[in-house]
C-alpha cells in the first residue's frame, strides 16, 4: 500500500499522559499536514511541515501541542498532558508539492478517559 | 460567518438518482477547489480537485465551481449503494508557500437499493 500510513490507529490515553502519533507520507512526498476532526464538526488544519522545517503552525495550540518532520522517519505529532478535549480524530495529508492535492491517511482516533 | 458553509443533510435518495452537492464559501481569495468522500472510521479519499471555474468530469462524477457566485457542486450521476457516504468539498488558496484546505462541515449520503 503506497498511501499514507497513520499508526496507532486508535490510542487511548489517561488525562495528563502523553499522546504521540505518527504518519509515514506517501511515497515521493514530501509536504506533510495534520489535522483535526472533533466529533460533529468538520477537518480543521492544524500544521504543515516539511522534511525538518515547520512551514506553518497556525492551527496548532500554543500550548502542549508540537509537531516534526525529521530528515528520517514519519511525521509525528506530539500532545502532553492530554485532556479530555483533545478526544479527536487526527488525519494526517501529503502532497507532492505546495499546490498539489492532499492525500489522507486512515487517521489516529485518539480517546482520552 | 464560516469560510465554508456546506449542509451537513443527512441526504437520502433513491439508487439510480441524480445527487447534487453544493458549498458556498466567502473567500474570494481560494483557488483551489477540492471533493472528498469519506466512508465512516477511514480518511478522506479526493475525489475532484480544480482551480478554475467551470465543470470537470471523471466518470459518474462532475464537479462545478462557479466563483463569481462562490459556489462549488459535486454531481453524482447512477448513483449506487457504495457512494453512500460523507461528501466533503474543501478550498484553499497558497499563503507563503503554504496550502491548508479549508473544509466544509460534510453531507452526509445514503442511497438507498
Known amino acids: 500500500n503506497a498511501g499514507v500510513m497513520q499508526n496507532p490507529r486508535h490510542l487511548v490515553r489517561r488525562r495528563g499522559q502523553e499522546a504521540r502519533l505518527r504518519c509515514s507520507p506517501m511515497k515521493g512526498h514530501s509536504h506533510v499536514y495534520w489535522y483535526r476532526q472533533l466529533p460533529e464538526e468538520g477537518l480543521k488544519f492544524m500544521v504543515y511541515?516539511?522534511?525538518?522545517?515547520?512551514?506553518?503552525e497556525s492551527g496548532m495550540p500554543k500550548e502542549r501541542f508540537s509537531a516534526e518532520f525529521p530528515k528520517e522517519g514519519p511525521s509525528i505529532l506530539r500532545i502532553q498532558q492530554v485532556v479530555r478535549g483533545d478526544s479527536a480524530a487526527y488525519f494526517c495529508a501529503s502532497s507532492q508539492s505546495q499546490d498539489q492535492p492532499q492525500h489522507f491517511g486512515d487517521g489516529t482516533r485518539l480517546s482520552i478517559l | 460567518q464560516k469560510e465554508v458553509e456546506q449542509d451537513p443533510g443527512p441526504l437520502s435518495v433513491p439508487e439510480g438518482a441524480i445527487v447534487s452537492l453544493n458549498c458556498t464559501y466567502s473567500n474570494s481569495a481560494f483557488q483551489y477547489f477540492m471533493w472528498y468522500r469519506q466512508y465512516s472510521r477511514k480518511g478522506p479519499e479526493l475525489l475532484m480537485y480544480?482551480?478554475?471555474?467551470g465543470n470537470k468530469e471523471d466518470g459518474r462524477f462532475t464537479a462545478q465551481v462557479d466563483k463569481s457566485s462562490k459556489y462549488i457542486s459535486l454531481f453524482i450521476r447512477d448513483s449506487q449503494p457504495s457512494d453512500s457516504a460523507t461528501y466533503l468539498c474543501?478550498?484553499?488558496?497558497?499563503?507563503?508557500?503554504?496550502?491548508?484546505?479549508?473544509f466544509g462541515q460534510g453531507t452526509r449520503l445514503t442511497i438507498n437499493p
Open positions: 480544480t482551480y478554475s471555474s
Open positions: 511541515l516539511q522534511k525538518e522545517n515547520i512551514i506553518d
Open positions: 474543501a478550498m484553499s488558496l497558497l499563503i507563503q508557500g503554504a496550502q491548508k484546505l479549508v
